[in-house]
């Protein structure tokens, strides 16, 4: 890595030093001979785990063929991915953008018009919650409404209102004349792996049809499988108005949506947004196929199984180390630990074992596998996992200290 003074980045990430040269689904090969379980999946991107054959396929194919043309044009790649992902969820519409941000943009935006064509345009503001992160763009900032991300960079955008997790009342309350929508994660996810009760999704879907306001859901994280199901509200049954994904959607190639029912989408029409990359052929390339490996038959079923067994196995790991693990959260395979110790030290601890995981807020540790990891792969994390609370608690590994990869 260059010096720091010297490096011609922006020094916006505090980067590991681990340079990885390949990928192998849950394995990455660094430039210096190591080989790391990948436990972190591009942050919930490589949903396939990496070098997926099919996705390396569709792409080379793709790519010999037409990688861009713009939207000024047809793109049958998005009407199939459209009307895939309408399908196998609540929407009738889609938008295609190249980021989670872009998505959320599109889908406050979305919902900003759908009270402006109402006749309502005095309609514009969007509850969020404490502890939610929405991206890094001006508006998703705000409306993440996190002080750290703000600071700095000039007013607030306007039109955002935050509400504590989990306060229902407050929730009420703050849903004035000019509330256009409630925008939440099912489960935050940089916030810490907190899910918001299945019964409060139903609450909220109450709220908005007794006041005429939309719900959006951000589904950036949890979309495409991670939880398990193709999208984590329908764990509670509880449809959003619009939902904004990426990440997983595109497989590690950047790409994002934002879906509506066609009622809620009825004031975006032609002019009032667009994208020049959003869409494209190559994106749609590689969204397609990852939808043709995640709605296969009996895929999510099996992500269920493995996710079950990857939470049993912390658990059984939190009851012998209670010195070191406090508490085991998430759904599917969006699955956290919250040590005793600094996240940080705990996953340094696991790079020690050749084992990536991500940080995320309230001192959790994210575990973020491929949607296609085996049984043996979540087994041996356990092994490295094991090794780390061991070391880190001072006493030798118990019963997955066989084999364990030290
Ligand atoms: C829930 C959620 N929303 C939005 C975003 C922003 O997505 P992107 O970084 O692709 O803009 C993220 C990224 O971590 C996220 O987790």
Same mark, same amino acid.
């Given at each position: 890595m260059l010096p720091h003074d010297d490096n011609p980045l922006f020094a916006t990430f505090a980067r590991a030093q681990i340079r990885v040269e390949r990928g192998e689904g849950v394995w990455l090969h660094t430039s210096d001979g190591r080989r790391f379980l990948d436990f972190t999946g591009g942050i919930a991107v490589n949903s396939l785990?990496? +070098?997926?054959?099919?996705? !390396? +396929? +569709?792409?080379t194919a793709q790519a010999?063929? #037409?990688?861009? !043309?713009?939207n000024l044009f047809e793109i049958p790649g998005q009407e199939r991915l459209a009307e895939r992902l309408t399908e196998a969820s609540f929407a009738d519409k889609a938008f295609f953008t190249n980021s989670g941000a872009e998505a959320l943009e599109c889908a406050i935006k979305t919902a900003r018009r759908y009270h402006y064509v109402n006749g309502q345009p005095e309609r514009y503001r969007i509850l969020t919650f404490e502890g939610a992160f929405h991206g890094r763009t001006l508006a998703t900032i705000a409306a993440g409404g996190q002080k750290k991300y703000l600071e700095g960079f000039g007013p607030k955008v306007e039109g955002f209102d935050q509400v504590a997790f989990g306060d229902h009342? +407050? #929730?009420?309350?703050? !849903?004035?004349?000019?509330t256009a929508a409630i925008l939440v994660e099912p489960i935050q996810g940089e916030g810490g792996i907190r899910a918001v009760p299945e019964v409060c999704l139903k609450g909220l879907r109450d709220l908005c049809d007794e006041k005429g306001i939309l719900l959006i859901y951000d589904e950036v994280q949890t979309g495409i499988g991670r939880t398990g199901t193709f999208f984590a509200y329908e764990h509670s049954g509880a449809e959003p108005d619009i939902l904004a994904s990426a990440k997983g959607i595109g497989g590690g190639f950047p790409m994002g949506v934002c879906l509506a029912t066609a009622e809620a989408a009825k004031g975006m029409t032609p002019g009032t947004h667009g994208t020049t990359f959003g869409g494209n052929p190559l994106a749609m390339a590689v969204g397609n196929a990852v939808l043709d490996v995640v709605l296969g038959e009996g895929f999510l079923a099996e992500v269920r199984r493995t996710a079950l067994l990857f939470k049993q196995s912390l658990a059984s790991l939190a009851d012998r180390y209670p010195e070191m693990i406090e508490a085991v959260r998430g759904e599917g395979l969006l699955i956290g630990i919250k040590p005793r110790v600094p996240n940080g030290a705990f996953i340094e601890a696991l790079r020690g074992?050749?084992?990536l995981a991500a940080p995320a807020g309230d001192n959790v540790i994210r575990f973020l596998p491929p949607l296609n990891v085996t049984p043996e792969e979540v087994r041996e994390a356990m092994r490295r996992i094991e090794a780390a609370a061991a070391e880190l608690s001072g006493r030798p590994a118990e019963g997955a200290a066989e084999g364990a990869a030290a």
């Open positions: 785990g990496h +070098a997926h054959p099919h996705l !390396v +396929a +569709a792409i010999s063929k #037409l990688w861009h !043309v713009s009342e +407050a #929730l009420a309350a703050a !849903v004035t004349d000019e074992h050749e084992m």
